[in-house]
């Protein structure tokens, strides 16, 4: 296991010299951030950014995200060109000793949530998701104002995409899926980097878009779109396990017996009846997911990939990015060292 | 296991309502600051500390320390009047539900280093403890200022306290300890309070002063002087760790398996061989001590006292007080979270 930690780049609060005094730190998970989506990333500025890790003590192994056009999951004809620039963005990576490269699949929206800052009984704050206030809400509104994403599309833009996507139901995502993986897996090979999806956040379908990366029959057909070790998963516990219909520890055992997770994005969810969730503190009993239980079964199964803790609560006050502030996700590392060292030492656990 | 976690009072830079975020918190492990060693603590107080404490939604069961006064240790005639406060401190805390008090028995100085802020490769820094640079240097010369208590004595108290103590060698400390547990042990059995000395830091003489709490050895005497589960250790892995002498796995074990161990101070040292010594991260590669393999012992016994992580490095720009910022022990205590659950869903451990 590699320990691992998500960094936004220059810009930033979290520095890299504080991500490095967290013990056990191995890798810093980043991307280029000032080229738009499929676009090719100049060599200047991945030697620069792996430059910077590395000066910090620090390994420059894995990206997070290179994203994938719009173009590419819509079909359109213009997608060649973006699938072009995406394996020419594998090759530069991998020769700058990038390992991994995580991306999604999901139409127009990343990760949903309806509030950012819920408020927990200790005073921390999480990322939330209400599912009936979002089932009120009309992205066309022009009204809409829902967090981490409303600043991405202008109103305009966003209705076309919809519009775009009227045409695209869920099978042919896959179609589209599998396409881009038939262009760009065989380039992962050559280049030694191992791609990793991640799943969609949450594992359902929103504003009727399709989402199709969402539980174990979908991650089944994904592995089989092609099949190679560079076709993999960034196995999201957070993501995953907000679907309580998701059998979350027997799908980890699955897919890392397969040895198809590079990476694993750790965290944990409070579920909710309605299908609402929250984001709580990483250790297990705060949430709805067996942490221990998770790492030990990859533990068994010899996990050798990426770790990092994923989303942490807003603690002691500290102000910045919704889910990646320093503070909660280190203590999310150090539990995830205390689990792990544990399971080297005492093992073979019993999953 | 009951973590808990050390803070000194409203002037502590680190604020209540931060320790609380530290996942699984139980208890704040504090003192009544502003009452000089000897005297009695008024109940208000110890009501108003309780109040606070308990308002920031965490338990009041700790203190750390009711100091012993100095005339107890070099067995003056007025040690009776101090015991008796002694014990009526011991009453009053246990009336307001403490079940333990960390106290400890060094004459003149308390846990001693060389350097408050040695720099570590990962830009952190740390207490340490250069042997050679402390046989060089003369207590009474004027001239000290080692890190800790410089501030504690003026030249002419310290000069007459290493007078007084002349006459007190370790024999004649262990007859004044003797005495001071005959005193205050009853007094803690019937408050329902257990006593827990905490090792001499470092475990071995410093500037001619006898110290006595500090092998296995010496703390089978002490247990035998009193025997009472009132009459326990504080077993700080970092004080008794320091001493490559002590076999620190099979200490924990025995006095664990006695039930003698009400209260665990928990952090991780570097040894060297000239015997000087560093402090790091709790998590076991960093330092000479191996974490899990002392918590899994403490498992395996039905360890379920009180346990805080002990001095951190000063990480992320935070100053404060030496050993004692928010950041590394909150790290601190995310690992300690991992093990032991890990301990508690894989058991039982091999220790």
């Known amino acids: 296991m590699k320990l691992s930690f998500r960094w936004y780049g220059p810009d930033d609060p979290v520095a890299l010299e504080k991500i490095r005094q967290i013990p056990n730190m191995h890798s810093i998970v980043t991307a280029v951030y000032d080229v738009p989506p499929g676009e090719v990333w100049s060599r200047e500025s991945i030697a620069a950014l792996k430059a910077q890790v590395e000066a910090a003590g620090l390994a420059f192994?894995?990206?997070?995200?290179?994203?994938?056009?719009?173009?590419?999951?819509?079909?359109?004809?213009?997608?060649?060109?973006?699938?072009?620039?995406?394996?020419?963005?594998?090759?530069?990576?991998?020769?700058?000793?990038?390992?991994?490269?995580?991306?999604?699949?999901?139409?127009?929206f990343d990760w949903t949530r309806t509030e950012?800052?819920?408020?927990?009984?200790?005073?921390?704050?999480?990322?939330?998701?209400?599912?009936?206030?979002?089932?009120?809400?009309?992205?066309?509104?022009?009204?809409?104002?829902?967090?981490?994403?409303?600043?991405?599309?202008k109103k305009e833009e966003l209705r076309a995409l919809f519009e775009a996507y009227a045409g695209v139901d869920a099978e042919r995502l896959w179609e589209n899926l599998g396409y881009f993986l038939h262009g760009v897996i065989p380039a992962a090979e050559a280049a030694g980097v191992r791609m990793a999806i991640h799943p969609d956040d949450p594992p359902w379908e929103i504003f009727g878009l399709p989402r199709i990366i969402t539980t174990e029959e979908n991650l089944d057909r994904l592995l089989r779109l092609y099949d190679s070790p560079s076709n993999g998963l960034a196995f999201c516990t957070g993501s995953l396990g907000a679907g309580a219909f998701n059998d979350l520890y027997h799908m980890v055992d699955k897919y890392s017996a397969m040895g198809r997770i590079p990476f694993m994005h750790v965290r944990n969810v409070r579920r909710y009846p309605d299908g609402s969730f929250e984001e709580t503190a990483h250790y297990s009993a705060y949430g709805s997911l067996d942490m221990v239980r998770i790492l030990s079964i990859l533990h068994r199964n010899g996990f050798d990939g990426y770790m990092r803790p994923d989303h942490g609560r807003m603690i002691w006050g500290e102000s910045g990015r919704p889910g990646y502030g320093?503070?909660?996700?280190?203590?999310?590392?150090?539990?995830?060292?205390?689990?792990?060292?544990?399971?080297?030492?005492?093992?073979?656990s019993r999953g």
Not at 127 to 134: C, F, I, T
Not at 327 to 334: F, P, Q, S, T
């Open 61 to 108: 192994e894995v990206i997070e995200s290179v994203p994938v056009h719009e173009d590419i999951k819509l079909g359109r004809p213009t997608r060649g060109r973006y699938i072009a620039n995406y394996c020419e963005n594998i090759r530069r990576l991998g020769e700058a000793g990038v390992r991994c490269i995580c991306y999604n699949f999901m139409p127009v």
């Open 116 to 153: 950012l800052a819920k408020r927990q009984a200790d005073g921390a704050t999480a990322l939330a998701y209400d599912a009936s206030r979002l089932e009120g809400l009309d992205p066309l509104s022009g009204e809409l104002s829902l967090p981490g994403w409303d600043s991405s599309y």
């Open 326 to 348: 320093l503070y909660d996700r280190a203590l999310g590392a150090a539990y995830l060292n205390g689990i792990w060292e544990t399971l080297d030492k005492l093992g073979p």
